[in-house]
């Protein structure tokens, strides 16, 4: 509750006099992309929101000394196609392990605002061990870290960075989409097939999201089934433990990528805005 008051507050605090749920019926959209580019930024590297994370996952009982975490992103889905590139990319069916995720990452998630289905997003659960012919062959972390997140803020009217995506036509519905209160969390695998429902709830939809990986299942390369990615490179450089944020071991990340760049570049982004998000 605590970390998502705070993030509602920046919310609010920069959306002000607004009420940010509905203040995109009264911006044209190139100035509400002007006040959500900076609004992720100063949510993510704020050092409460830091704290706030690390208390969240010691209070539910996370081991702090094998629980590594990443810094949490905030989305904003619009409603009625406002927006939809860039800041509010609506995210296609994918799995986070598309993205060069470790099989075992958990994906936390969380409102900021009550929220119901129709502002949403969806799982695939069909797909849970049936494989998905997609592109992940042409996504390499690194390169996604240097190029992609640099381009999200110029993104208004269409999306152009090279996401990974299914190849052939998905069988979506039935669907599961679950749903909570501010306060509440979902707590899921990055292997499962989800994508972000078309917000037709008449609101914008904010939320915030981050990712843990826990020790053992990182040494042993275990998790969900990883049936269908192609991907390179790996996350786990963004990853600090939560105890006392220190990196993964480099002997756990060899076991996911044997020859990272020897310059170090695009290891770990500098700027968050969207990738295997929802
Ligand atoms: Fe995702």
Redesign the pocket.
């Known amino acids: 509750m605590a970390l998502t008051d705070f993030a509602r507050e920046l919310v609010e605090q920069a959306f002000h006099p607004l009420q940010p749920e509905g203040a995109q019926f009264d911006l044209p959209v190139e100035q509400f992309v002007d006040i959500v580019s900076p609004l992720k930024p100063r949510f993510i590297h704020h050092p409460k929101t830091m704290a706030l994370l690390r208390a969240l996952l010691a209070d539910i009982g996370e081991d702090m000394d094998r629980t590594y975490f990443d810094l949490p992103r905030m989305r904003v889905a619009t409603t009625g196609g406002y927006l939809t590139a860039g800041v509010a990319y609506v ?1 296609h069916p ?3 392990i598309w ?1 060069a995720s470790p099989p075992s990452q958990l ?1 936390w998630w969380l409102p900021l605002f009550p929220f119901e289905a129709e502002s949403s997003f969806a799982f695939h659960p069909r797909y849970w061990n049936e494989p998905v012919p997609n592109s992940s062959a042409d996504y390499n972390h690194y390169e996604w870290n240097k190029v992609g997140r640099a381009q999200a803020a110029k993104e208004v009217k269409s999306d152009t960075r090279k996401q990974p995506k299914a190849t052939v036509p998905l069988q979506l519905e039935p669907d599961v989409r679950v749903v909570c209160p501010p306060g509440g969390l979902l707590l899921f695998s ?1 292997a499962h097939l ?1 994508s972000t429902v078309p917000n037709t709830s008449g609101r914008s939809r904010f939320s915030i999201d981050f990712r843990t990986a826990h020790h053992d299942d990182l040494e042993r390369v275990g998790g969900a089934p990883a049936i269908d990615r192609a991907c390179t490179g790996t996350t786990l450089f963004e990853l600090k433990r939560a105890s006392d944020l220190q990196p993964v071991p480099p002997e756990i990340i060899k076991l996911y990528d044997p020859a990272p760049p020897a310059d170090g570049e695009g290891l770990v982004f500098k700027a968050a805005a969207t990738s ?3």
Do not use: A, F, I, V
Request: neutral net charge; hydrophobic residues 20%.
């Open positions: 995210l994918h799995r986070d993205y994906n990055g989800h295997g998000g929802m």
